[in-house]
Every structure is written in structure tokens, then in C-alpha cells.
């Protein structure tokens, strides 16, 4: 399928989708938005892809922000409240996906750009990336997930200073205030995403899902009933031949052979 703003490659079982809008430092207009959405919807039904990572096309922006022209055009607060729902609905399909979505963050991630990729599930950065939520800048406020994520990521007190001040932070403080996980050379970062892919899908896809499942679900719950979610995961993927096979390919010294039943 054919798409006017995303590349969308294969290297393997890892998806790389490319947000291709350089001109304009990626931004995310409505398009942007209406093409992810479909193409997770695709690579999902896909079994043959296992990974996705994503990332911005050009070593200037990862996303710099949503299409500020198309925010400038919102006439009444209904049109706000679908954009929101629009970004909304693109976070959704990235965390509940069954794929496990690395974020490769090239240059500027700010605004709508950093809450899409906090919406993934491992975040790595260039080391020229910067990052922050400018939107009290332009008098809004965040509205594709990121006064919610962000705490989640942060803590109030990193969230608060990012989301009521508008300053941008660089990768090494991003990493420090766990927005990022890891930093690289520009020159490594895709490759390194890529790697990290290949390594996660050449695990057990069920157990993959189920994890996902668990950590998303987990972190909106008391410890208790979470443990409880553990436990009845635990015992539906025990119950799988993936877990058969990877016991047994441990035991005899050989690589599992998942087939995702």
C-alpha cells in the first residue's frame, strides 16, 4: 500500500516507517495522522512483521511538532477536540498493538513529535536530538497524549517543568530524566534501532505480546490486581507451543523455533 507521507520499509520482521515530510521537518498534519493509523492497522495484520521501529525522514527532525497552519485553523473547540482524539487514536494503536514499536528520535522531537514517540515503547536517541512540549508557547496545551505520558515517563515534577515551561531538553538529559532509554552517534541510530528490533522479534511473539499487555495494563492498576494480571498471562502463554519450544530448545542448547501458537 501506497502512502503519501510515510515510507514504509522491510528489513526482516522489522517494519521501518518513515515519516517523509522533510520540507517541513516532518510535522504531523492530518495525513500524517490518517496513514499511521492505517499503517498500523496493516503491519498488524501482517504476522510476518514482528517489529516496527520509526523514525523521521533526515537527521533534522524526528517530528518537530503538529502542522502549526492546520492548528491555526481550528475555528471551535469540537475541531480541537477531534484533532486531539486523531493523535489520540494513532498513541492507542502504537501501545496496544501486538508489536513491540521502537522509537528512533533524529534531531527534534517536540510537541505532537515527542508524544508520538512516547507512545512507543522503547524511545532511542540521536545525541543532536532535542526534545520538549512548546505548546504553552503558542498558548495551547498538549493534546496528543502528552500531559498524560509524559508524568507517566518523568514524574510530575520533569513533567511539570517540560509541559508549563516550553524548554527543550538534549538527548543526554532526556536519558537522565528516563524519557529516553539509550544515546547514539546520528550515524548509529537506525541501525541500532534496527538491531534492538531484530533482537525483541526474534523472541517469542505471544510472549512479546503478552508483556506489552502486562506493563501497559499494570501501569494503570494497583500492584495487587497487577500481579494478578502477571499471574493469568503467565498461564495462558504457559500453555502455548512457543513456551513448549522455547523450554525445550533451552534444555537441548539450540535456538527456539517460534511460530506464534
Not at 523521521?56 to 527532525?61: Q, S, V
Not at 511538532?65 to 475555528?75: N, R, S, V, Y
Not at 512516547?118 to 498538549?142: C, F, T, W, Y
Amino acid at each position: 500500500m501506497a502512502y503519501e507521507t510515510l515510507l514504509v520499509d522491510r528489513d526482516g520482521p522489522v517494519a521501518i516507517i518513515t515519516i517523509n515530510r522533510p520540507k517541513v521537518l516532518n510535522a504531523l498534519n492530518e495525513l500524517v495522522l490518517a496513514e499511521l493509523s492505517r499503517a498500523f492497522d496493516q503491519l498488524e495484520a501482517d504476522r510476518s512483521v514482528l517489529a516496527v521501529v520509526i523514525t523521521g525522514a533526515g537527521e533534522r527532525a524526528f517530528v518537530a511538532g503538529a502542522d502549526i497552519g492546520e492548528l491555526a485553523a481550528l475555528a471551535h473547540a469540537k475541531a480541537g477536540e477531534e484533532k486531539a482524539r486523531a493523535g489520540h487514536e494513532v498513541g492507542h494503536k502504537m501501545e496496544h498493538s501486538r508489536l513491540p514499536v521502537i522509537v528512533a528520535i533524529n534531531g527534534y522531537a517536540l510537541g505532537g513529535g515527542l508524544e508520538l514517540a512516547m507512545a512507543g515503547d522503547v524511545r532511542l536517541a540521536s545525541a543532536n536530538a532535542k526534545l520538549g512540549q512548546p505548546e504553552v508557547n503558542l498558548g495551547i496545551v498538549a493534546g496528543f497524549g502528552g500531559s498524560q505520558r509524559l508524568p507517566r515517563l518523568v514524574g510530575q515534577g520533569m513533567a511539570s517543568y517540560l509541559l508549563l515551561s516550553g524548554e527543550q531538553i538534549s538527548a543526554d538529559e532526556a536519558k537522565q530524566a528516563n524519557l529516553v532509554e539509550k544515546v547514539y552517534p546520528p550515524d548509529q541510530l537506525l541501525p541500532e534501532a534496527v538491531k534492538l528490533a531484530k533482537t525483541i522479534a526474534a523472541k517469542g511473539p505471544l510472549a512479546i505480546a503478552a508483556t506489552k499487555r502486562l506493563i501497559h495494563k499494570g501501569m494503570q492498576t494497583d500492584l495487587h490486581s497487577a500481579l494478578e494480571l502477571e499471574a493469568v498471562e503467565f498461564g495462558k502463554i504457559s500453555a502455548t507451543k512457543d513456551a513448549k519450544e522455547g523450554t525445550k530448545a533451552f534444555l537441548e542448547k539450540r535456538p527456539a523455533d517460534f511460530t506464534g501458537h
